[in-house]
């Protein structure tokens, strides 16, 4: 058996979730993958057949949209996509509800 002594990661022990977004946000997981381990994971079919589309946004926009992800500890695209599957759900039950009469 050879001795085969492992360096340290170059990758850091995180305080939480935010933190590892962020340094992750700063970093590109391509200069890791020797340090990095294949895992199986099954993927929805749901997720197979989403669509993409593009939104332009002003930078200001973006950064914002940016800080605040990070705050929450998902990435800024998971943060968009979260919030438009939230207002629509709440533009249908809004619509679902009798108009109030004043």
Excluded at 11 to 25: G, Q, S
Excluded at 59 to 84: N, S
Excluded at 88 to 98: D, M, N, T
């Amino acid at each position: 058996m050879s001795d085969q002594r492992q360096r340290p990661s170059r990758i850091p022990t995180f305080a939480d979730r935010e933190d590892e977004a962020t340094w992750w946000d700063n970093h590109d997981a391509a200069d890791f993958w020797d340090e990095l381990e294949p895992v199986n994971m099954r993927v929805s079919p749901a997720l197979l057949s989403e669509s993409t589309m593009t939104v332009c946004l002003p930078e200001a926009t973006l950064q914002r949209l940016r800080d605040r992800a990070a705050k929450k500890g998902v990435g800024h695209l998971t943060l968009a996509r979260m919030w438009i599957m939230e207002r629509l759900e709440q533009e249908e039950e809004a619509g679902s509800r009798p108009a109030s009469h004043q």
